[in-house]
């Protein structure tokens, strides 16, 4: 019907837009945001539960069996506290931002395919909300969107702890978007697409067809690591470090607004693990033993079986690890990730041309790595020279003579 | 007035296009409008956004989702770290003018250039530029495809020549900071560094 539709590769589009369609779309994304809804829920309580589990605690045992029910119970009471909004705020943006960290969460899902394809009354409906010709590339807009929620939180609060927090959360988003975007580079190049139901195609039939497998296990490496640090979780989670920011970015906020930043950071985990799971683990593929009715319920139980074992994986992180320090983090980042997802994509490219061009860009890309190495370590040497008293936290810290004065109270800043 | 529906169009591209606009105007005049610069970060994230919108009408997908991704995400992403660090998120003083005569002079440039624009349109036609020229939409996910051909390449040196100057640009950036930055540190509060290493 209209030059806007016909670009979308949706075999649902295909009989152009009537209001069929429509209503099957409007099914689609009440279904979709529901079922997150409600998966967010569960996610709260399976992070509590699995996390008190390896403390050796009991964990939320109150409200309903296994304590089911807590996060209802705990977002109606959220929802009834007082909604305090602080005098030195920025009023307009405070109240915004908790939505700007919402929306993108819930939009990434929008392009994941958690399903095949199925044949409703002579339609064929693909088991996703859309599946637009730019795809994947929502994803790391709206990743690089919901960089706003937090920062602007930081700052509208008008206070010290949350601004720190605003700022590092910026910093840290923006640095590991560019490992996230290069290794979604990598995927895109094998798959000669950026849609998603393409992506998630191409790794269909076996389990060497994966992404993970074809592309080598370090751009999926990359991609989990950078996807843990986009979305603010341990290690990675400097942003809301209890010990340095009292309570990061949400310091000041209360009520039904801190219930839609926790919603956020949950919605995001799931959205992750389900992109993780769309790019590199081959999405709803998986064994089917049941014939044709299989073939219809079996690839939605293994994108929710490989979904799960994400958010588990990432719990289990927040378990094990301590929080990283906020240099090292970014050193992680930027000296780490991106070259080595660089180079990564070099190889990968070579190898799809042919073997030889593989074979000596990977030289030539261990060749660099090595000229790096070398170029970082007179950095570090250069930027460490000077700094003995403490390790330095971050790169240029308090005077040391200043520092010794604060800390050991000597207004001499002599000898102990 | 037959020239603003000179072709036929279709009704949504009319609904989608006009929330673009609508999406621009309010962005833009709250850039101009705004006192807090904040929220005139936030007004030009709007305008981006309402440009997406519009990418996306003229079937240049791939050029919507770069839009969001690069401005909206990085760009204005430094603008308001910069605002914050620096700490210019209080309302300005706007009645002094920094040249004299400046106000004057942009409302009367503003006002040529929206009349040679109004020119040009009722002269040539309303709807500047056809859909989709760098790439043929040849059927479904085309437009990507047709926009790295033409880039890798019948433009490939332009695309290359834009690449090596924004390394330039960075290299240049990053060499300028360090040699201000290195300036200042030799007296954090009037003294090198070495000495407190000694003591």
């Known amino acids: 019907m209209t030059s806007l539709f016909v670009a979308a590769g949706d075999p649902l589009y295909a009989s152009g837009l009537n209001w069929i369609t429509l209503v099957i779309v409007l099914i689609k994304i009440i279904f979709s945001f529901a079922v997150c809804m409600g998966a967010v829920t569960l996610m709260i309580w399976f992070e509590r539960k699995v996390i008190s589990d390896m403390q050796s605690r009991i964990g939320p045992n109150r409200a309903g069996p296994f304590g089911l029910l807590q996060t209802l119970a705990d977002g109606i009471k959220l929802f009834f506290k007082e909604d305090l909004i602080p005098e030195q705020s920025d009023r307009f943006v405070f109240k915004l931002a908790p939505y700007l960290s919402v929306v993108p969460a819930l939009v990434i899902f929008a392009v994941v395919p958690f399903g095949g394809v199925v044949t409703i009354a002579g339609r064929s409906i693909d088991l996703q909300v859309a599946d637009p010709p730019i795809g994947i590339l929502l994803v790391l807009a709206m990743s690089a969107i919901g960089v706003y929620g937090i920062m602007l939180a930081g700052w509208a609060s008008g206070s010290k702890y949350p601004l720190l927090s605003g700022v590092r959360a910026s910093a840290q988003m923006i640095s590991y978007e560019a490992a996230l975007g290069m290794t979604v580079v990598t995927v895109v190049m094998m798959t000669g697409s950026l849609s998603t139901r393409a992506i998630v195609n191409s790794q269909a039939g076996a389990i060497w067809h994966w992404n993970l497998i074809r592309l080598g296990f370090i751009p999926a490496i990359i991609f989990i690591i950078a996807v843990i640090a986009e979305t603010n979780r341990p290690p990675f989670d400097v942003v809301e470090a209890e010990s340095e920011l009292v309570g990061g970015f949400n310091t000041e906020y209360s009520s039904i607004r801190f219930a839609l930043f926790y919603l956020a950071e949950f919605m995001n985990t799931i959205t992750m693990s389900a992109v993780i799971v769309t790019l590199f683990f081959g999405g709803p593929d998986g064994y089917n033993p049941f014939g044709h009715y299989g073939s219809i319920f079996m690839p939605i139980v293994w994108f929710v079986v490989k979904t799960i074992a994400f958010c588990y994986f990432f719990v289990w992180l927040r378990g094990a690890l301590p929080r990283m320090r906020y240099d090292k983090l970014m050193d992680l980042g930027w000296k780490r990730l991106i070259p080595v997802s660089l180079g990564w994509l070099l190889i990968v490219a070579g190898f799809m041309v042919n073997g030889w061009w593989g074979v000596g860009l990977a030289l030539a890309v261990i060749a660099a790595g090595f000229g790096l190495a070398r170029a970082f370590k007179i950095g570090a040497d250069l930027e460490d020279r000077d700094q003995a008293v403490l390790p330095p936290v971050g790169r240029r810290p308090v005077p040391p003579r200043l520092l010794r004065r604060l800390t050991d109270g000597d207004p001499q800043g002599g000898v102990q | ?199």
């Open chain 2, 1 to 199: 007035m037959t020239s603003l529906l000179a072709t036929t169009v279709a009704i949504p591209d009319v609904i989608v296009f006009a929330a673009g606009a609508v999406m621009i105007m309010i962005g833009a005049l709250g850039v101009i409008t705004s006192r807090n610069p904040v929220h005139a970060a936030l007004s030009l994230i709007l305008t981006l956004f309402g440009i997406a919108v519009l990418f996306i009408e003229q079937q240049a997908d791939f050029l919507a989702a770069v839009q969001v991704i690069v401005y909206a995400g990085a760009i204005v992403v430094l603008f308001l770290f910069v605002i914050m660090f620096l700490g210019v998120d209080r309302n300005e003083d706007l009645d002094a003018e920094p040249l004299a005569g400046q106000r004057s002079m942009a409302f009367v440039i503003v006002l040529m250039a929206v009349g040679a624009i109004i020119a040009l349109g009722a002269e040539a036609h309303w709807v500047v530029g056809p859909h989709s020229v760098s790439g043929v939409p040849g059927g479904p996910y085309q437009n990507v495809y047709n926009l790295g051909r033409s880039v890798f390449t019948t433009y490939l040196f332009a695309f290359e020549a834009t690449a090596a100057l924004l390394v330039i640009a960075v290299v240049g950036a990053v060499v300028l900071a360090r040699r201000s930055g290195a300036a200042n540190a030799e007296q954090p509060d009037g003294q090198p560094e070495n000495e407190e290493v000694a003591s």
